[in-house]
């Protein structure tokens, strides 16, 4: 038995070593290494297939040998998370990475192929996207091309189906690590010579921002924190996916502010038929846990942001605007308000989403 441990040992980390260097490995490798019969290393490597230690990346073809891969050679996947929302034929795709040097990579690429995609920003290992649906032809090569772009996005029932073209690292991901990212449904792809293209499913989710503003009080709290609370919270219930969190200053001159008056918005990406569910917690938890009477929420479907909307956001930085005004506001746009006169903030913070840091966090740069 030790003889049968010890062959074992040997040939397993012959066969990490191949996929390290070379990303893959045949039964004739390990033969002409091992100096064993090719019988005795197809035994081996079918046996380590079994136990779930080898994988087959391709399968036997023509001339083509079978191409193996030991799983703990590799990292399951850099793809943390890939979903999408839409919005009519407007389509947001989100990569959450491992790396921030994987997104930085893909987000250049994929601006570089152009494709469908609108537009491409990246805020650390989490890569958004924008895109119509419909197709646009790519070119994918070696430099100065793009090793990668997506050239189609098409919705299918409740899916939203992007279709990838690359070579290279990220043909790699594509074929073997994407398919492992939470939210994706299924991935099929297609060798062409050195090139790839895959088709790869996610829900179509809808997407939801939520305002919230005057949670703290004079002796405590922060809105920010309540609003991180609130995320993390959310994030628990089956069918809601996390996007981000986002800080926005307002009118720094208004009197009734507690500190430098900010409010705080969210991202998520929701299944439709949870949406009721998600916004009746959300609306519990900011009531259990603020600190103050006056608490508002205001919640926000889709992702085009209308002019109009925009013009509240600008507003409530410049003036001092009433609780009438921002309920017909709320209304014109078909968002939904809780709470008390925080709801003033918590609307403008919804209507600021979208734009950068720099201008969320400087309530003088109103130039959008």
């Known amino acids: 038995m030790s003889s049968v441990l010890e062959h074992r040992r040997h040939y397993l980390r012959m066969m990490r070593q191949f996929t390290l260097d070379n990303g893959q490995f045949t039964v004739t490798d390990i033969q002409k290494s091992a100096g064993i019969p090719r019988s005795t290393a197809q035994d081996w490597v079918n046996r380590l297939v079994r136990e779930g230690c ?3 990346r391709h399968e036997k073809r023509g001339r083509s040998p079978a191409q193996y891969a030991a799983i703990s050679a590799i990292p399951s996947s850099t793809c943390r998370r890939i979903f999408t929302t839409v919005d009519g034929d407007v389509v947001a ?10 997104a930085a990579f893909c987000g250049y690429h994929h601006a570089l192929a152009k494709g469908v995609l609108t537009h491409v920003e990246r805020d650390g ?14 070119t994918v090569g070696l430099p100065p091309e793009s090793a990668v772009g997506v050239y189609g996005v098409e919705r299918q029932d409740d899916l939203i189906v992007q279709h990838i073209r690359c070579i290279g690292g990220p043909a790699y991901s594509l074929s073997d690590m994407m398919s492992r990212a939470e939210g994706v449904v299924r991935i099929e792809t297609q060798h062409k010579e050195n090139i790839v293209e895959g088709s790869v499913r996610t829900k179509a989710l809808m997407q939801i921002t939520i305002g919230i503003d005057d949670t703290d009080s004079p002796e405590g709290g922060a809105t920010f924190a309540l609003a991180l609370a609130l995320l993390n919270y959310l994030s628990r ?9 986002h800080v926005a200053m307002l009118n720094p001159d208004i009197f009734r502010k507690t500190a430098g008056n900010s409010a705080s918005f969210l991202e998520l990406a929701v299944q439709p038929d949870k949406y009721d569910a998600l916004v009746e917690k959300a609306r519990r938890f900011i009531g259990d846990e603020s600190l103050s009477s006056e608490w508002g929420m205001a919640v926000r479907k889709g992702l085009c942001m209308q002019d109009g909307l925009r013009e509240y956001g600008k507003m409530v930085r410049e003036t001092v605007i009433s609780r009438p005004v921002a309920e017909v506001t709320a209304e014109r746009f078909g968002i939904a308000l809780f709470g008390g006169n925080g709801v003033i903030g918590a609307l403008g913070a919804v209507a600021l989403a979208n734009l950068p840091h720099e201008i969320l966090l400087d309530p003088s740069r109103n130039e959008f």
């Open 54 to 56: 080898v994988l087959i």
């Open 93 to 102: 795709i989100y990569h959450d990475c491992m790396s921030g040097a994987c």
């Open 125 to 138: 290992t989490l890569l958004k996207e924008s895109a119509r649906l419909g197709f646009s032809e790519i």
């Open 237 to 245: 219930i089956k069918g809601v996916i996390p996007i981000s969190h």
